[in-house]
């Protein structure tokens, strides 16, 4: 199993939410998170006076996947997720041990 944490921008979420439906993802996390990347944030001028906004607003979407569709998952969540431009986020794959439902005792891909 693989954990797929992929950092996007805010306005992005449905569309990606529904392409993860698509490729049959059941359950996902999401999480609001706030950070910067190599544009170290940027400036904004409101009623005239500029001040810089240092992190960045973004959300943070987990999901657990079968070895089998790491590759689907990851290309649902760039096809959609990129507008090609700076700040665009991340996705970090990471392999899971296991999973265990807390309700059923279930473990492994049936916990999914």
Known sequence: MKKIEAIIRPF???DVKE???????????I???????????HKETYRGAEYEIEFVPKLK????VD??????VV???????????V????????SIEDAIRIRTDESGIEAL
């Open 19 to 29: 392409a993860l439906l698509e490729e049959g993802i059941r359950g996902l996390t």
């Open 67 to 72: 070895d089998d569709i790491v590759e689907k």
């Open 75 to 85: 290309e649902a969540i760039l096809k959609t997720a990129k507008t090609g431009q």
């Open 12 to 14: 992005k979420l449905e």
């Open 61 to 64: 979407i987990e999901v657990v």
């Open 31 to 41: 999480t609001e998170v706030r950070g910067y990347g190599r544009q170290k944030g």
């Open 87 to 94: 700040g665009d986020g991340k996705i970090f794959i990471s």
